[in-house]
């Protein structure tokens, strides 16, 4: 009786959460998981991505609490909600603030960040042997390459800049990118290049076992020590496989609400939000709300973890 128990309590409580989350999203016409029906249509349709740049940042009935947050920091995880995010000028930028979400500090080995161009704005270089990797989540951006070729990045365009080459991104007008940088690893007689795509044109990939749709942004070829991966789950649906693995992951979630397990934790998670997945940290994610899920995910792949 003891052992049924424990049992009980331990299936019980992350259930009782879910439902009561669930049924959050379908009764409150505000909150954090809330969104618009995959069916709306129209004039007062919103563009894609809205949400990351205008998140609803809490339960009405929190948005009031002094001090609420759903940002959390721990040794194997990090989940950073929009209320969270502090935005100062870009270390060599012209006209661009910047939030870092995710850097070396936390335990990872890379940097992920948003950077909100403005009229006039123009990109640094990153560090010295650095890779570049931005996606448009509003906006417009122009992309000079080293060859000086000039390249449009609207919304849900994204490119790849090798470690040392010369580049520059500028705007017109406001637009958010959200970018990762982290130190090239080599392989001799390697090299990587520079790669310019939209998620629109990317197939959809095999994922037995599994119901998501899976697109890869880049090459799973051997230069490439990194991959990024745009998820897409129905209302509903949720990972079949209860992932513990080596890699590292950043997360930012592009559209809809779910739940995300984190070690022993369990995250109401909406559009606008970032996450940290340490390796080896249990990892698992739910679909809910009306509308689909979509996330944006960084995987380090092609090398020996020792």
Not at 123 to 141: C, N
Request: aromatic share 12%.
């Amino acid at each position: 009786m003891q052992s049924f128990s424990a049992f009980s309590v331990q299936i019980f409580f992350p259930l009782l959460f879910m439902l009561s989350i669930l049924e959050i999203s379908m009764s409150q016409e505000a909150g954090f998981c809330t969104a618009p029906s995959i069916l709306e249509t129209g004039s007062n349709a919103q563009p894609l991505y809205w949400k990351v740049t205008n998140p609803t940042l809490s339960p009405s009935h929190l948005q009031d609490l002094p001090g609420f947050t759903r940002s959390v920091y721990k040794r194997d995880h990090a989940l950073i909600t929009p209320e969270s995010q502090v935005f100062s000028p870009l270390p060599d930028w012209t006209n661009t603030l910047g939030a870092y979400l995710l850097t070396p500090a936390m335990g990872s080995h890379f940097v992920m960040y948003l950077a909100k161009m403005q009229e006039g704005s123009k990109s640094g270089l990153p560090p010295s042997d650095a890779e570049r990797f931005v996606f448009v989540v509003h906006g417009t951006a122009f992309l000079t390459d080293a060859s000086g070729f000039t390249h449009n990045l609207n919304v849900d365009s994204y490119a790849y800049l090798p470690p040392n080459s010369t580049h520059h991104l500028k705007s017109e007008a406001s637009t958010t990118l959200v970018a990762f940088e982290r130190r090239y690893s080599y392989l001799e007689n390697h090299v990587t290049e520079l790669i310019v795509g939209s998620t629109d044109k990317q197939p959809l990939l095999e994922t037995p076992g599994e119901v998501f749709e899976l697109r890869k942004l880049l090459p799973t070829s051997l230069p490439y020590d990194f991959n990024i991966h745009i998820m897409d789950f129905q209302p509903g649906e949720f990972l079949n496989v209860k992932e513990i693995h080596y890699n590292q992951h950043g997360l930012l979630l592009l559209e809809g609400q779910g739940i995300y397990r984190l070690g022993d934790s369990w995250y109401p998670v909406q559009a606008g939000d970032a996450i940290w997945m340490a390796p080896f940290v249990p990892q698992w994610y739910a679909a809910l709300g009306k509308s689909r899920s979509r996330y944006l995910l960084y995987k380090d792949v092609n090398r020996n973890p020792m």
